[in-house]
């Protein structure tokens, strides 16, 4: 049985509407973030677009690629969210999870739930990192993930404590409210309405999730962030604490690269660096535990509790 949202149109419809929109927005965002970057610099658009590349990694563009990430990230996630959402309901807010008061002790678990997932989640990466990839593949992945730290390494500058600041701000304050907004509060609560089905439509966002950042090393680690961040979302049906928890996994690794930059080390060293351990998955029964306790504080709409 198909399930319309308030305003006639599916939920499915509504999952694959902002997948759309998001791949159109993603473009808008680039193109004006291209124009942002172009009125800063003094540089025509034209050149900015050939020499996007180029300009990601020259400290001298920084500021401009921090702009044109935080207007790739509005447009891209955020901006699309919202409209679909219009189209759907005439409370897209609350739709989304956004509107709605947060319980105190679901706020202390979520921050107790992100903390154990950090360790899981490192230790995931050093698992995939550790598999035995053929040699061709291996370089590929390695070109890949040189390319992910080349733009990480673009728009970040951890020399101050300012900077530290602003870092934070574009790695991890946009990304949380507009990326948890898309594939949580969007794409998976759409998916969810539409199917009915609780841990297909957590699992099929999360490996959309990870798969975007085209991070091979880092794609299971994603996958159970995601999977964690679902988790918090469905449950609770509050948006804003799955950003909170998406908020302090990003800003975490920035702070860990500050004390690297701090003990010397470049940014290329650290974004390179795939030391790690299989300690991690100790977490796995904590993080069980924890969301045992989570839900039996939760009081979520029947919208994103039935079925389960």
């Known amino acids: 049985m198909t399930r319309l949202s308030e305003k006639g149109v599916s939920y499915l419809a509504g999952f694959f509407m902002l997948i759309a929109f998001g791949v159109a927005g993603n473009i808008l965002g680039g193109l004006i973030g291209i124009a942002a970057v ?146 949580r509060g969007g794409l998976q609560n759409y998916l969810y309405r539409g199917t009915g089905k609780f841990w297909l439509s957590i699992i099929i966002v999360s490996v959309i999730f990870s798969a975007v950042h085209f991070s091979v090393y880092g794609f299971l680690s994603r996958v159970a962030l995601g999977i964690v961040l679902g988790l918090l979302y469905q449950y609770s049906g509050k948006l804003w604490l799955s950003i909170l928890a998406h908020f302090i996994n990003n800003a975490a690794a920035v702070i860990v690269m500050y004390v690297s930059r701090a003990d010397g080390k470049s940014m290329e060293e650290i974004l390179s660096d795939k030391e790690g351990s299989y300690l991690g998955f100790i977490a796995l029964p904590i993080v069980i535990f924890l969301f045992m306790q989570y839900r039996k504080n939760t009081q979520a709409s029947p919208a994103l509790t039935d079925g389960i």
């Open 38 to 183: 172009a009125a800063m610099s003094g540089e025509s658009p034209i050149f900015v677009a050939e020499n996007l590349q180029k300009l990601i990694g020259d400290a001298d563009y920084l500021r401009e690629m921090q702009v044109l990430q935080t207007l790739s990230a509005l447009f891209g996630f955020l901006v699309p969210t919202l409209f679909v959402a219009s189209r759907l309901s005439r409370h897209p807010l609350q739709l989304t999870g956004l509107k709605g008061r947060l319980p105190g002790r679901l706020v202390l678990l979520t921050v107790f739930i992100i903390a154990a997932g950090l360790a899981l989640s490192g230790a995931l990466g050093y698992f995939t990192y550790k598999l035995p990839f053929p040699i061709d593949w291996r370089i590929l992945f390695d070109q890949l993930e040189d390319t992910y730290a080349e733009a990480a390494t673009g728009i970040i500058n951890l020399d101050s404590i300012p900077e530290l600041l602003i870092s934070i701000g574009v790695l991890a304050v946009v990304p949380a409210v507009c990326e948890e907004t898309f594939f």
